[in-house]
């Protein structure tokens, strides 16, 4: 079995992200999405409430399942048995960091990244960005699955 572990902080999920898990969904048997703890990123929604979204949004997707976990990736592929760590890259500027990681976790513990491109009409999207003009009131609902767009609102109304 193949299994592949597409990680990421998802805070929130956007469409971008989406296109990703879809791809992978198609090339490995079993893709897991796991929501990592990034401390460098202090979070608009919990992990929960990150999980919960991504259940929502894969739900078409019957060899995906999602999960958290709080440590080094390499650790989480060991336990879990997951052979590949898939990355979406969305132009050269992601590529210098996602090399360094991918070098990294492959010298921890042999663990392989595959990078996918993303579709070039996701090239500019980040859950950043998404979250910061939304924060000023401009229309992101088109970046977004429905449900990830009606929380985002939510939560910023709430603030
Ligand atoms: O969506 P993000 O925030 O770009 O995802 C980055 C993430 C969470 C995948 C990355 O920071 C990560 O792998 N964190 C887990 C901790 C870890 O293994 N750090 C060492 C990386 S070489």
Redesign the pocket.
């Known amino acids: 079995m193949t299994r592949s572990v597409c ?5 929130p999920p956007t469409n971008g992200h989406l296109d990703i898990l879809e791809r992978a969904a198609g090339l490995f048997d079993e893709v897991v999405v796991a929501v ?3 401390k ?2 202090r979070g608009l929604f919990t992990v929960d409430e990150r999980m919960e979204m991504l259940t929502d949004t894969t739900s078409h997707l019957s060899n995906v399942r999602i999960d958290s ?1 709080h ?6 592929c060991r336990h879990n048995d997951i052979q590949a760590i898939v ?1 979406g890259l969305r132009a050269i500027s992601d590529f210098d960091y996602e090399l ?2 991918a070098q ?2 492959q010298q ?1 513990t042999g663990v392989e990244t595959l990078f996918m491109p993303t579709k070039p009409e996701n090239s500019f999207l980040s ?1 950043s960005l998404v979250k910061e003009v939304a924060t000023y009131g401009g229309d992101v609902s088109h970046l977004l699955p429905g449900v990830v767009h009606r929380r985002l609102v939510a939560r910023l109304a709430e603030s």
Do not use: T
Request: charged share 15%.
């Open positions: 990680p990421g902080s998802y805070d990592l703890i990034n460098s990123k976990w440590g080094l990736l390499v650790d989480y990355k360094q990681m990294m976790n921890l859950s």
